[in-house]
């Protein structure tokens, strides 16, 4: 472990791993100091720290916060960052507002503490700029490196006890700003964050504008590591698998087959079947009638929602693991040992795989930090769960997949993308809702835009310009099919709806 320490954007000195001051040549500037470290100690990691905080890091956990080389993560002790709050106007991504008292997942970098590889910095040096302030540069690295497969997080346990910001945040001016949207995002969203200054805060913003018209998009190369984790996450090889169900018999079927068939088998079959109608019975007769490797739960009831199923099967879990499937996937007799050989590697809590329909195309080739999360492809530590449950605000609509994401996030789990871990949907054609669902608001003359479900989960998780940013997209989305002479009515009809979506949203 090495030490960068740093004060008013200036490198002071390098210290190694008892904090006693190494002889090395130290550059003004951070960021060049930062590389010549690394190459100097290419096996190693680097931890920067400004000098006021430097007596309360948090020695005793790096290795374990830092345990594979992708991982870059920091902390702002004034939870203020580089980047403003005002990218949210053309991001709307999970990773923006931060929880602060948990490990989160998250682009935004601090100056305040951090640490990362001295090997994945080598494997950036000809990608990024290193006369790049220290600060934008973090941010940039983590940003571009997101996708790329870093691990990126805000991470309060780099500090050892609860300080009290000393340290000012000084944040990006507008030119910077705009040339790291530039640089990070599609070319047409500099516009769209110009327009949204002027649009909401009344500023023009022509200067730093035309400024990005010099700047061209970074691409990062990224050196794929072979590594292991060193953190043990796996103890036992034990899963419970979660399904729902409801007139999906045949489908069901294989995909008890395909569990039958696992080279690590699930302990536990947990099958939730709904059948709305009052004398129905059970239509699973092949639970009992045929034998199985493994233990079924079954439960049938008469209401029906998939997120009172899927708690009711949470509330069985027995395992270490929870595998949450669907009634119409289909998978390959490894699944189950791939997870676990990727869970202990990467030591991560929650995947989610790539979740095709047959003929359908892999976009995202690389594990990756994600946004998403799949309630029926996905696989959680059960320890992970035991606050969490599928919001029953949104049965019947749409979001609840997001929200259990965001619940995870929130808890400090990290959701993680595995492309070459593949479940196929088949996206049966029946099943579902089978009788018609009666929203609080289908009788009301103004309908809701956005359903209020979705403005449920904006306001309960995003940034209030991340929501701006997204009610002006949907507004240049919907009035492109408008004629021009009805642009004024459309306005003022489309501000009604959206009033309505926040009002129902909040009755949720």
């Not at 916060?65 to 004034?78: D, E, G, T």
């Not at 599928?390 to 959701?415: C, I, K, S």
């Not at 099919?481 to 009515?489: D, G, L, M, T, V």
Request: proline share 3%; hydrophobic share 40%; glycine share 4%.
């Amino acid at each position: 472990m090495i030490y960068l320490i740093h004060e008013n954007n200036n490198a002071l000195k390098v210290l190694n791993s008892e904090f006693v001051e190494v002889p090395f040549s130290i550059d003004a500037s951070i960021t060049k100091t930062l590389f010549k470290i690394a190459e100097a100690f290419p096996n190693d990691t680097i931890i920067w720290c400004h000098q006021t905080y430097q007596a309360f890091i948090n020695s005793s956990v790096l290795n374990a916060i830092f345990h594979h080389q992708n991982i870059l993560a920091s902390y702002s002790v004034s939870h203020k960052y580089y980047i403003p709050d005002s990218i949210g106007y053309i991001d709307q991504s999970v990773f923006l507002n931060v929880k602060k008292d948990v490990t989160y997942p998250t682009w935004l970098m601090s100056s305040d503490v951090g640490g990362v590889s001295t090997g994945l910095l080598n494997s950036v040096a000809k990608s990024l700029n290193h006369t790049d302030a220290f600060e934008y540069f973090l941010n940039s690295l983590a940003k571009a490196g997101m996708i790329q497969g870093v691990f990126c997080y805000s991470e309060p346990a780099l500090l050892n006890q609860n300080v009290q910001p000393i340290v000012e945040t000084k944040q990006a001016s507008n030119i910077q700003l705009f040339k790291f949207v530039k640089e990070h995002y599609k070319w047409v969203w500099v516009y769209m964050l110009a327009f949204c200054f002027a649009i909401y805060e009344r500023k023009l913003k022509i200067i730093p504008l035309i400024n990005t018209f010099f700047q061209k998009r970074l691409l990062l190369s990224l050196k794929e590591f072979d590594y292991q984790s060193k953190n043990i996450v796996v103890t036992k090889k034990e899963i419970d698998v979660i399904i729902p169900t409801i007139g999906r018999t045949t489908y069901l079927h294989d995909v008890l087959k395909d569990l039958a068939t696992q080279s690590v088998l699930p302990k536990n079959v947990i099958i939730i079947e709904q059948n709305p109608l009052p004398d129905s019975v059970s239509e699973l007769d092949f639970i009992t009638t045929e034998n199985w490797p493994f233990n079924i739960k079954h439960t049938f009831t008469n209401q029906t929602g998939v997120c009172n199923a899927r708690n009711l099967a949470l509330n069985q879990i027995e395992s270490e693991w929870v595998f949450l499937n669907d009634d119409d996937n289909r998978f390959n007799k490894n699944l189950i040992e791939s997870v676990f050989k990727t869970i202990n590697k990467f030591d991560v809590l929650a995947i989610t795989t790539a979740y095709l329909q047959e003929n359908e195309s892999l976009l995202f080739t690389k594990m990756h930090q994600t946004g998403i999360f799949g309630s029926g492809n996905s696989f959680v530590k059960a320890s992970c769960l035991k606050n969490i449950r599928f919001d029953m605000a949104l049965e019947f609509g749409y979001g609840e997949d997001f929200d259990f994401g965001m619940q995870l996030r929130n808890e400090g789990v990290d959701v993680v993308y595995c492309p070459y871990i593949r479940i196929t949907h088949l996206k049966a054609p029946f099943g579902g809702f089978r009788t018609e669902v009666k929203q609080l608001w289908d009788n009301n003359a103004v309908q809701p835009k956005p359903s209020p479900t979705i403005m449920y989960t904006f306001l309960k998780h995003y940034t209030k310009k991340q929501l701006l940013n997204y009610k002006l997209v949907l507004f240049l989305r919907l009035i492109k099919k408008e004629s021009i002479f009805n642009y004024w009515s459309f306005y003022k009809n489309f501000q009604k709806k959206w009033q309505a979506s926040i009002f129902w949203a909040k009755k949720l």
